[in-house]
């Protein structure tokens, strides 16, 4: 009999235990894609970039560009711009196929304010088909991101038509009609996309946003969607410096990154940059930045004289240790000249950028892996150690709360780091210490830990 209460309490428990971790949130197969990517880029493309004087965006939202056939970049090139993201790292490519102009880079057949309407290429130009190949052609995955929220040509202010009469009701119905048939075409000519992106969201269906979250369910089930008020496969975190604040959870309290009157009242910027390690929701936080964002510049489309604004290699390591580093993907904002081509100098930060990535990061001393509290990391001599790596099995959800890093220095153990949240990477750098042995110690989870990779690194 006392076997048999015993057989039943073990029974009991494992319920108990199986119950708790199937609560955890685990991301979906397209999110895994997202936090397994950690590094991609954006490309911004418009008509402004021809005019030849700096972008001014609040002047670009309100007026339209006179002339479209300044839009002449005479050697376009797609897959030097890939072939250019590839070389730093990259694993997948967004381009804005529309932005605040609303101006189409596609054969659009229902926005006329496309490359049908410019002499370039005698109106059969089409630079979505082209970057997707390139994408494809290269080993990126493709991206596309919809400017919805602004349309100067149209007067579409932060997704509305101005006015209150009927005449402006009216455009509104049609404006999201138009949204949503411009959104089905991106979605049905270019083959599967990763990711489709709404810049500035694509607000509320029930409100002035279009209903487009059914058609890329419909035509991209796998695809990422970022974003509208009800959803949200990733979040912004908070700035646009290319980095995250720690720690960084990758779940959320509700299932979008809009903030919505209904919640309970919460810092909403805070939870961008950190998220809520309690949230019942997979949200996970992208770091973004132009690589054009030195010396108080901040330059997202190419712009003449910034040349010299190229972020150095040290500033964009630091981002890299702060974004993939702290559990979030980054992408870095990539500009074509008028000429249709990355700029030389852009081309080659990115080549730098890859090389130094893989200098720090791709070779470790040592490394391991387990599903305990306590893994030690033994190494055939001692040496200078400055950098550790922890993975978690996200699969299975964030379980660690609480961990720390310690060195055997003469015999006994020395604390060099201890943190929160690990995830699907964190990049922990510490000065160097001369070591044999390093241990990590997961002090507090929420359920047994699965680390996937434990690594140790010396960096000069």
């Known amino acids: 009999m006392k076997k048999l209460y015993f057989f039943f309490l073990l029974i009991v428990c494992s319920i108990y235990i199986l119950?708790?971790?199937?609560?955890?949130?685990?991301?979906?197969?397209?999110?895994?894609?997202?936090?397994?990517?950690?590094?991609?880029?954006?490309?911004?493309?418009?008509?402004h970039v021809f005019d030849g004087i700096r972008y001014g965006q609040g002047n670009n939202r309100i007026s339209p560009i006179e002339d479209y056939n300044i839009f002449n970049p005479t050697k376009l090139n797609t897959n030097q711009w890939v072939e250019a993201a590839k070389a730093a790292g990259c694993k997948f490519a967004v381009l804005t196929a529309t932005?605040?102009?609303?101006?189409?880079?596609?054969?659009?057949?229902?926005?006329p304010y496309c490359l049908k309407a410019v002499k370039w290429r005698d109106g059969k130009g089409d630079i979505v088909h082209d970057f997707v190949n390139s994408c494809r052609k290269y080993g990126l995955q493709p991206g596309i991101y919809i400017g919805i929220r602004w349309n100067s040509l149209l007067g579409i202010h932060n997704f509305k038509a101005e006015g209150e009469d009927e005449f402006a009701r009216n455009r509104q119905i049609w404006y999201k009609k138009y949204c949503e048939k411009m959104v089905t075409e991106l979605c049905t000519r270019y083959g599967d996309l990763y990711m489709i992106w709404f810049d500035g969201g694509a607000d509320d269906p029930h409100g002035d946003g279009p209903d487009v979250e059914p058609i890329v369910n419909k035509y991209q089930p796998e695809c990422l969607f970022y974003h509208n008020v009800d959803r949200a496969d990733f979040r912004?975190?908070?700035?646009?410096?290319?980095?995250v604040e720690y720690p960084c959870w990758s779940t959320f309290p509700y299932p979008y990154s809009h903030s919505n009157a209904t919640e309970p009242a919460r810092d909403h910027n805070l939870l961008l940059k950190h998220g809520d390690k309690d949230g019942k929701y997979w949200?996970?936080?992208m770091a973004d930045s132009p690589l054009r964002g030195a010396n108080g510049r901040h330059e997202w489309f190419w712009e003449p004289d910034d040349d010299d604004n190229i972020y150095p290699l040290t500033t964009l390591m630091t981002m890299y240790e702060k974004s993939v580093g702290r559990n979030a993907t980054l992408i870095l904002g990539l500009t074509p000249d008028p000429t249709g081509l990355i700029p030389p100098g852009d081309v080659e930060r990115l080549k730098e950028f890859g090389n130094e990535i893989n200098r720090h990061f791709s070779s470790p001393i040592a490394y391991t892996s387990g599903q305990k509290k306590s893994l030690l990391l033994e190494m055939k001599q001692k040496q200078p150690i400055n950098y550790c790596i922890i993975q978690e099995n996200i699969k299975k959800g964030e379980r660690i709360r609480q961990y720390k890093i310690e060195a055997r220095v003469d015999g006994k153990w020395k604390t060099v780091c201890q943190g929160e949240s690990v995830g699907h990477k964190r990049i922990e750098k510490f000065a160097p210490i001369e070591t044999n042995a390093l241990k990590l110690t997961i002090t507090e989870s929420i359920a047994p830990p699965d680390i996937i990779n434990f690594s140790a690194y010396s960096v000069e």
Not at 99 to 111: C, P, R, V, Y
Not at 236 to 243: K, L, R, V
């Open 99 to 111: 932005h605040e102009t609303g101006f189409g880079l596609w054969q659009s057949d229902i926005n």
């Open 236 to 243: 912004w975190g908070g700035s646009e410096t290319g980095t």
């Open 19 to 47: 119950a708790q971790e199937q609560i955890i949130p685990v991301p979906k197969p397209h999110q895994l894609k997202w936090h397994e990517a950690e590094l991609g880029a954006v490309f911004h493309y418009d008509l």
């Open 283 to 285: 949200v996970p936080a």
